[in-house]
């Protein structure tokens, strides 16, 4: 599998799954729902011309871009799920994720309708890639801008750590 966008880690059962599916992903939301709602790892992937999403227990959702006729993001109390609408008129929730990942899904469901309407998968993904590294410029603790994408946030960093440096 070649290297991919993500937010974070994938479990090794879960890429496992990716493998055995055969899916190639652009890149990869890592979230923290179940589709039923319960806390547990999940991840919504994307490649150029389909979508895979799972949390290891429940049936692993494929489908082609083709077979979608709309795709959106839903906001609920504490959480929001991707729904799409199929050409044949069945309606599915994808993708169910607490805020933490909010902003890539909006980005993801852009993405795809953007593809679905005609447009360059590479310009499309160098802004998934934007969007992903914004969001590492950002503590996931206190939300605090950080000094380099991925650097440790000075806030939440361990206070003796802080103090040998000053010393």
């Known amino acids: 599998m070649k290297e991919y966008i993500k937010n974070k880690e994938i479990s090794k059962e879960l890429e496992k799954i990716m493998q055995d599916e055969g899916f190639d992903p652009l890149f990869c939301i890592v979230g923290d729902l179940s589709i039923n709602g319960k806390y547990k ?30 795709i959106n993001v839903k ?9 799409i609408t199929k050409k044949d ?25 953007n ?6 998968v590479q310009k499309e993904l160098e802004i998934v890639a934007d969007a992903y590294e914004k969001k590492l410029r950002v503590c996931p603790k206190c939300g605090r801008a950080l000094l380099r994408p991925g650097a440790e946030c000075i806030k939440c960093q361990s206070k003796g750590k802080l103090v040998t440096k000053l010393m």
């Open 41 to 70: 790892e999940s991840v919504f992937a994307v490649s150029d011309d389909k979508i895979l999403s799972t949390d290891g227990n429940t049936d692993v959702i494929t489908v082609r871009f083709d077979e979608i006729e709309e």
């Open 75 to 83: 906001r609920m109390y504490g959480s929001a799920r991707i729904n």
């Open 89 to 113: 008129g069945k309606k599915q929730n994808i993708f169910r994720f607490t805020y933490t990942v909010s902003d890539l899904c909006d980005c993801a469901v852009t993405f795809i309708k």
């Open 115 to 120: 593809i679905i309407s005609g447009c360059d």
